[in-house]
């Protein structure tokens, strides 16, 4: 009952509040409590139990609150889903099996990029609690402090970004326009600021040699349609995993309404004004405070983060185009995480999955849309594919 009285709490429209945080820098040595006791254990709820939430309920009358791990997946439980698109305010419910946008196997999707995630759980050394933590030491980072020091050993910033603080990253990916920095990007890219820029004749057939249809026009209708491509398939994913975002088990565990190791519980205790749950977050917006009304797993930023994949199918990229590519799609990722909205492997997954699912729709779109060969896009895309887990984050794109 107390579980679900805050799952409510968390869940009601209107309860988010302005406010600015300056917490206290991570390199804190946070000792245990020697006052703390667990006397009230019998009160709280296994945190294998913790589920994705956060929504506005609309119509009472569903009696399945809160979401367990029997909630999910969506596309399995009809009374579920039905309830999440009808009678609650969830963002992009999408349901794997049946929506019509949905063209690639999702679960098949979830296996290419690792499995599904994990969750809260009552061992103190599962590997979940580790992830957690590195996500408060990113909330707790001093948001006035320049980025380019506080994350020099998280992220290479975008040379757009070269003068920004933490807040400034965090708030480059709040509801911000979808594909805006790698728009920035691409103007850049073809206006020579990294360099002269050679289109591949053999994967886009040349008019002329003027480009304009096929050069500008056609890098920014390509942007979007992989935001498009993706979207679906990375909703379905979220909507099957069901995973709980880090600002909700952390008000969980901020409440007592769910146990946790002891660092984790010391370390959100020590947070300084944090009066509801969106508070963990730096997103303080009327009507769109913390993390957004669909789960954390995979991150779509992060899917929708793969124009470093696909300018490499159209360009002949030198080492540093492909590297100043990279290092946009990857900030764009983690300032998430920055912002204390997802897990780092949120953002791994959605890179990975971005890029598995454009790599599948190239060769027919590039034949349909420009008469591209399908075999030379084929063997592009082969050839190019990369791991975003080898990516090596903190590398000199000027030293290329």
Known sequence: MKFSCIIIHLSIVGIFQLYFVLADDINVNIVGDDNDDDDDDDDETPPE????????????RFQGLPFVPASYPVSENEDVFRFLTEGTDAESVVNDKTDVEVIYNVEELIGIVGGLPDHPSSDDNAEYWNKLNRVINMRNRKGSDSASTALENQMQLPLRWENFTVNDVAEAVYDEYPGEHQADFLFDLIGGKYGELLFDDSIIPRRSEGRFWHGIIMLADLNTWSMGIVGPHNFGAKWFAG????????????TGEVNAPRKIRNKLRKIRN????TDFTRYSREGRSGSPRHPSWPAMHSAGSNMSFWTQIVFNLT????????????????????????????????LNMGQEIVARSLPNHFAQKYGSGVSNVRR?????????????????????
């Open 49 to 60: 139990l913790v589920r994705f939430n956060k929504f506005g309920v609309l119509d009472n």
């Open 243 to 254: 995973r709980a975002r880090p600002e909700e088990i952390s008000w969980l565990i901020r």
């Open 274 to 277: 944090y009066d509801q749950a």
């Open 319 to 350: 080492p540093r185009q492909r590297c100043e590519a990279k290092k946009v799609d990857f900030a764009v990722s983690f300032a998430r995480t920055v912002a204390g909205v997802h897990f780092e492997d949120d953002n791994l997954a959605g």
């Open 380 to 400: 592009k895309v082969n050839e190019k594919r990369f791991q975003w887990g080898n990516h090596e984050k903190l590398q000199d794109c000027d030293s290329l």
